[in-house]
T-cell receptor
Framework: DQQVKQNSPSLSVQEGRISILNCDYT??????FLWYKKYPAEGPTFLIS?????DKNEDGRFTVFLNKSAKHLSLHIVPSQPGDSAVYFCAASRQHDMRFGAGTRLTVKP | DAMVIQNPRYQVTQFGKPVTLSCSQT?????MYWYQQKSSQAPKLLFH???????NEADTPDNFQSRRPNTSFCFLDIRSPGLGDAAMYLC???????????FGPGTRLTVL
């Protein structure tokens, strides 16, 4: 059962523009949401998170939005930089149970 | 720097030959996790340890076992690897169960 879905396997954006990565989940019991970034040959690196009691969390160029009624979260990167090119995984968790999406490969073109 | 270390980074084994993957952490976290990730798929949780308390996911095959001899180390044992077990194996840690998980670089397992 795929409780967390990232429907776009890839996204290409021009440097300086906004990147928007989307994620949908099905289990309303999830209460903590995260985005991880993964470079080739490395493990996922924690990027940003949001608790279910919030609808927005911002950290520098990265902002995560949570829409609980739609069971949807998104990651905004602005401005996008070539170094942001990586695979981005969203994750949703409740206690130890963390479910990942399959990832979206972001390419930022110079 | 505090970190999660996995050894080896690449492991080749033969069909049916037992293999052990290693994970260590300097974060002093209570929880250690093992995930399996196949190409273009989401990481899938196999099991986790909260201190010495082992928790197996319901759909983790019996072929997969784990040991945590102390806080710093956790091992993944695959007793009889099949071709379908070829994957990236990720170790992660968190301070407590509800906390952010931090991942190691992974071990890519090839089964010949």
């Amino acid at each position: 059962d795929q409780q967390v879905k990232q429907n776009s396997p890839s996204l290409s954006v021009q440097e300086g523009r906004i990147s928007i990565l989307n994620c949908d989940y099905t289990n309303s019991m999830f209460d903590y949401f995260l985005w991880y970034k993964k470079y080739p040959a490395e493990g996922p690196t924690f990027l940003i998170s949001i608790s279910s009691i919030k609808d927005k969390n911002e950290d520098g160029r990265f902002t995560v939005f949570l829409n609980k009624s739609a069971k949807h979260l998104s990651l905004h990167i602005v401005p996008s930089q070539p170094g942001d090119s990586a695979v981005y995984f969203c994750a949703a968790s409740r206690q130890h149970d963390m479910r990942f999406g399959a990832g979206t490969r972001l390419t930022v073109k110079p | 720097d505090a970190m999660v270390i996995q050894n080896p980074r690449y492991q080749v084994t033969q069909f049916g030959k037992p293999v052990t993957l290693s994970c260590s952490q300097t974060l002093n976290h209570n929880v250690m996790y093992w995930y399996q990730q196949k190409s273009s798929q989401a990481p899938k949780l196999l099991f986790h340890y909260y201190d010495k308390d082992f928790n197996n996911e319901a759909d983790t095959p019996d072929n997969f076992q784990s040991r945590r001899p102390n806080t710093s180390f956790c091992f993944l044992d695959i007793r009889s690897p099949g071709l379908g077990d070829a994957a990236m194996y990720l170790c992660a840690t968190s301070r407590v169960l509800t906390d952010t998980q931090y991942f190691g670089p992974g071990t890519r397992l090839t089964v010949l």
